[in-house]
């Protein structure tokens, strides 16, 4: 159903000094804005009097108006409801269409230039071929309906009934400071952050957190290393900043340093996901975190550590943060609450290298001032009132059942065909497939049973040295996953 | 104070295999985190039982633990309200900088390159000395209390009580679809813009909407034209995004086009406030509206419609858009929820030319994906449920008020000395000095005053052809007015 605003004065221009008496200024100023189609079918009206009121005339002009408008079938009235644009326009109306080509500028179309820059990343999103379902086996989707509304809620009124003043206007471009203070004790305890409330930057999610420090960081055709497989959310936003991706291999200590020092000694910075790989879900090893530091160090290069669902892990406790071990401030970390709380909230954060914090708040002042206040001062109240460690622990409980199931499910429906990688944290996992097997005509196939199955492959930049199936479970329900993976096996048969 | 996240675990190693007895992995664990300070004082820790559970061990070895802190001092217990990191730490724990400098890894600190691109804005943001107080006279400052709170608090509880799922899950780069259905048809009937839902992305304010337009329509060093004097977060943006700033003169009809035309024909872009100037307060007149689109359309440049205000008119009905009669579809008309709502909503909107849509759909994505949903989902129904048009009238009337104190306050107070320009329109009015007077140490002195006056020749970007002070009014209390244009006039004695 279509909503319109109600009560919003169109655009009449009303002139007392016009020859035209006013009630026939109003009735054309209406009909024009339906014909035009600023007006549209159902749209309601203003009353009477209000429009008298705003635009400072008598209401006898405007009844008249009305009255005729109503008459040639341009408005209708609704008792008790009412004046509304007309559902369907009187004959003699002309379309709108032929009124908008006769009133057109003269002279042929201009040329349409745009940046060579946002043409790297093309033209709209186009939906991928294994999109195939919602929640089995969607990445990145967490278990939304487990978010508690009820206190979320109630935290927002809290702030939004009998809001201070510095809730309502201008903010400071890091973000709100209890906010910053609670984040980073949460950080410091949790993640073996060394960090203080003012090197905490509050933005939109992890985008944008990368977006921000290409802009600081980066200069155009400045070379990166990201993962290879890696998270194609990242490359796309250093991609549009202009940067160079040098994909670096990853195997089972995570990012192979040597390998990237020698395809690519002097990289300006690395795009890493020390805690948890994406897509592999391994763990920097620590040595590997070691050496990445010491060449960091050495050649003046800047970490983005995007520790992303470092929350969720079901075999050990969380491992430290890169950052914690960083001597020289050369990583900047980056964190979300789009996987652990819910992604519409668009509520991320990160930590800056504190020499750092004043270009950063520059650059973020001219992109977009600063972030929403209302989420990040009842956000606050979650973490300090202890919400969100009970919701962090109801979920690791929740994932970890989910995770349990879709690794029998996949191991009783498709024995040796698969090996499973990164079970032992995180959202999702890894269906490694033999060197026989395609993963992209496999996950168009799941598509059509129904099953949303994104191939290992499309997380590559050069050829893909592994097949596989990224398979999400945080947000499909246990009970629903062994039907979900026989549905899987039949993708695999038709094969 | 200080708010830390509760119940919060922290990086702990437990290892069944290590010869050390759990109780002391879990002391020697806190005590390193406190001395560290991962943990500070005053923070609270877990429950045992808790605890226990995450790590999955027993309770003994956790209660020999924490005993043992307690009795040196590491962890303070208050009786009913649980255990707590120490205000005071024991003598012996060593300094956090001494540890720290221990542990550095070895090497000189390495080089720290920026990008080139965000040092033209500098660092960090300096106060200006005419900061000198808020409220009077403050521009862009919105009457944020007179916002009607209790009906916005009612709209956010019922989309966030019980939210449905695509209120919480990932959303439309475009933004919220029902939130555009309603922006589209009001922006068709009080602003007269031509223009679908599916042309409509929901941003954060201005400054998003113009670097996502930079990002798409500019390259490195794409020539601008920008209004002068002008709007000085405009000119930051498009600066920042490599963009070459062409100053084109203002005069009484708003933007010289010829002047305009004259100094850069080939300007790939230009940036307007044509409803009402910013900050000097014109309309830009019908000839020059249509000369402007003329010349966009035979040279192929793009036209950034500024609409910041234009809700707020007090000697006449509210002027069209100039989208309106753009037959070319040249215009990228921006609007914002900051000045007529309240700035820390962070909601504006762009209406972009069909043809762009996809482009900008893709950009929009890498950047930060998506707006969140819920403002939208209760500004929807702000809007359709007329709140909207409510608030709009109050505020009309309200700041009709205010101008008015202001500019009889200011004629009573200084007379001849000023020329009051802009007043029919907004939220604030430029008061012109004479020639021989410069607007800069009068800013300066009347921040001594604790009054706020931008001087107008800050808005310039080459010498200034006018001088005087940009008066805000929006976030002054009538009642409070003349007094500060005493202490304004003091500024104009010591002169």
């Known amino acids: 159903m279509k909503k319109a605003p109600t009560g919003i004065l169109p655009i009449l221009s009303v002139d007392r000094r016009s020859p035209l008496p006013l009630y026939r200024q109003i009735y054309e100023g209406y009909?024009?804005?339906?014909?035009?189609?600023?007006l549209r079918a159902g749209e309601r009206l203003p009353s009477t009097r209000s429009l008298a009121t705003e635009l400072g005339i008598s209401r006898i002009p405007i009844l008249g108006a009305?009255?005729?408008?109503?008459?040639?079938?341009?408005?209708?009235?609704?008792?008790?409801?009412?004046?509304?644009?007309?559902?369907?326009?009187?004959?003699?109306a002309p379309l709108p269409d032929a009124r908008s080509t006769s009133r057109s500028t003269a002279g042929r179309p201009g040329r349409r230039v745009l940046s060579e820059a946002s043409a790297v990343l093309g033209d709209g999103i186009t939906p991928e071929p294994w999109h195939g379902g919602w929640g089995a086996f969607r990445v990145s989707q967490p278990a939304v309906d487990h978010f508690p509304f009820q206190v979320w809620s109630a935290l927002l009124a809290r702030h939004s009934r009998n809001p201070t003043r510095s809730l309502l206007t201008y903010g400071d471009p890091m973000g709100h400071r209890p906010f910053r203070e609670a984040l980073a004790a949460y950080l410091r305890t949790s993640r073996a952050v060394r960090c203080e409330a003012e090197q905490i930057m509050v933005v939109s999610g992890s985008q944008q957190a990368l977006e921000l420090s290409a802009r600081v960081l980066l200069d155009s055709r400045s070379p990166v290393w990201v993962e290879e497989p890696g998270y194609a959310g990242a490359k796309d936003v250093l991609t549009l900043a202009g940067a160079r991706m040098v994909p670096v291999p990853v195997d089972d200590e995570g990012l192979d340093v040597s390998a990237g020092i020698e395809r690519c000694p002097n990289a300006r910075a690395v795009y890493v996901t020390p805690s948890h790989q994406y897509p592999l879900g391994g763990t920097l090893s620590a040595s590997r975190r070691l050496q990445l530091l010491d060449w960091a160090q050495r050649s003046g290069a800047w970490i983005l550590e995007d520790d992303y669902d470092s929350e969720y892990r079901y075999e050990s406790l969380p491992v430290s943060a890169l950052q914690g071990l960083d001597r020289d401030s050369r990583v900047i970390y980056i964190g979300t609450f789009s996987k652990v709380l819910f992604p519409a909230l668009r509520i991320g954060y990160m930590v800056l290298?504190?020499?750092?914090?004043?270009?950063?708040?520059?650059?973020?002042?001219?992109?977009?001032?600063?972030?929403?206040?209302l989420f990040q001062a009842a956000l606050t109240d979650f973490l300090t009132e202890g919400h969100f460690a009970r919701h962090l622990r109801k979920m690791r409980q929740l994932y970890r059942e989910r995770r349990t199931t879709l690794v029998e499910s996949l191991s009783k429906e498709?024995?040796?065909?698969?090996?499973?990688?990164?079970?032992?944290?995180?959202?999702?996992?890894?269906?490694?497939?033999?060197?026989?097997?395609r993963d992209r005509p496999l996950s168009e196939r799941a598509a059509k049973e129904g099953i949303w199955a994104m191939p290992l492959s499309a997380c590559y930049l050069e050829e893909a040295s592994r097949q596989g199936l990224v398979?999400?479970?945080?947000g499909t329900e246990a009970a629903r996953i062994p039907e979900a993976v026989r549905r899987l096996r039949k993708a695999f048969r038709t094969g």
């Open 414 to 437: 498709l024995g040796d065909t698969v090996r499973v990688l990164g079970a032992q944290a995180g959202m999702h996992l890894v269906a490694e497939l033999p060197k026989r097997l």
């Open 66 to 92: 009305f009255e005729q408008l109503l008459a040639e079938g341009y408005f209708e009235s609704r008792v008790g409801a009412g004046t509304f644009v007309a559902h369907s326009l009187p004959d003699e």
């Open 31 to 38: 009909r024009e804005a339906i014909v035009d189609r600023r």
């Open 471 to 474: 398979l999400g479970y945080g």
């Open 353 to 373: 290298p504190a020499d750092l914090v004043p270009r950063f708040v520059r650059v973020r002042d001219a992109m977009d001032i600063f972030p929403p206040t």
